[in-house]
């Protein structure tokens, strides 16, 4: 039997993720108007406005909304660290990178402005995050947005983003059996870092004590792995989908991935371990508030895109 009581609140994640995509994407267009010269504008907003999911700058804002801040407070933040996630997709499909002719289901940035004007858009995306978070804050004290900078620099530098690619590449093409150490490492530093620095960077601005700023580190480090994981499973369960056979693209295929070290059961218990651990981290925070992190990482372990 479900009990149900009436007076106890529910939380609607659908009607949350459509409000919050909405704030963040108007907050992004207006963000980086067209401007001179046009045509390195044009080419951020390309990739800025391209349809992406904002599972980052939601993180974000539902970590700031979980420490008691106002989603306001987390607002550039949330938009510096999706302009960082879009440089990172721009470089990634590169020529000298992963030489991928599509993104979202458009042509990759380099395809539409040439690789010299998306190399630059990127950059300029990078360096914008920054200027934005820093002058768009209001609101918040100092020493919590230089905080917030030293965190957000940290997780795409050779701690986090850029050791990830670096790993990878250079395991691309040489021994592509990878252990699970390697993977993990690659994984951690690849996405998990960035959707660290996204609820991290939410809670320092939503006012989070040291102690809730640790738990949410420790949940989004969790939910990070989760995303590739599942991300993994995904890659195997969509293309036997797709070949109609019991063996996907992954398997066969010379690419190492969670299915593939630990066989598909496995890497689905483990995302279900990722996810209570995940969880755990916010057993002392007010339930009302903790909501939409706790849907969010509900959805990225259910996701089916
Ligand atoms: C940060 C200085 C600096 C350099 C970047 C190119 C590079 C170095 C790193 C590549 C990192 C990369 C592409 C990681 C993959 C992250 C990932 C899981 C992307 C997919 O994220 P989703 O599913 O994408 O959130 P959408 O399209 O929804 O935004």
Redesign the pocket.
């Known amino acids: 039997r479900i009990l149900t009581r009436k007076d106890e609140p529910t939380f609607n994640f659908k009607a949350y993720v459509v409000e919050k995509a909405n704030y963040v994407n108007k907050a992004l267009d207006d963000s980086v108007p067209v401007k001179n010269p046009p045509i390195i504008h044009e080419s951020m907003r390309y990739s800025l406005l ?7 700058p939601m993180l974000c804002i539902a970590a700031c909304e979980a420490v008691g801040g106002h989603q306001s407070a987390a607002m550039p933040a949330a938009c510096a660290v ?1 302009m ?9 499909d ?1 020529p000298c ?2 030489n991928d002719d599509l ?2 289901g458009k042509p990759t940035n380099h395809k539409v402005f040439g690789e010299n004007v998306a190399v630059l858009a ?1 950059d300029a995306l ?1 360096a914008f995050a920054f200027e934005f978070m820093v002058t768009g804050t209001t609101g918040v004290a100092p020493e919590r947005v230089l905080a917030a900078v030293g965190e957000l620099a940290k997780s ?2 050779t701690a ?3 050791a ?3 790993a ?1 590449l250079t395991c691309t093409g040489n021994n592509r059996n990878l252990g699970l150490d390697t993977l993990e490492f690659i994984h951690i530093h ?2 998990a870092s ?1 959707l660290e620095a996204a609820v991290v960077l939410g809670a320092i601005m939503g006012g989070g004590s040291d102690k809730q700023v640790e738990n949410l580190r420790t949940f989004a480090r969790n939910i990070g792995l989760l ?2 994981v599942v ?1 993994d499973i995904l890659d195997v369960t969509k293309s036997s989908e797709e070949l109609g056979k019991t063996a996907g693209k992954d398997l066969a295929t010379d690419k190492t991935t969670y299915p593939k070290l630990l066989g598909l059961e496995k890497a689905v218990e483990f995302a279900q371990e990722l996810n209570e651990e995940a969880k755990m981290q916010l057993a002392d925070f007010d339930p009302a508030k903790v909501a939409p992190l706790l849907a969010l990482a509900d959805y990225i372990a259910r996701r089916q ?1």
Do not use: C, P, S, W
């Open positions: 391209a349809g992406g999911k904002r599972v980052r999706e960082i996630h879009t440089m990172t997709l721009i470089h990634d590169l990178m992963d993104r979202r990127g990078l795409i530098g986090g983003l850029v990830g690619q670096v990878d690849k996405t960035l995303f590739q991300d895109n």
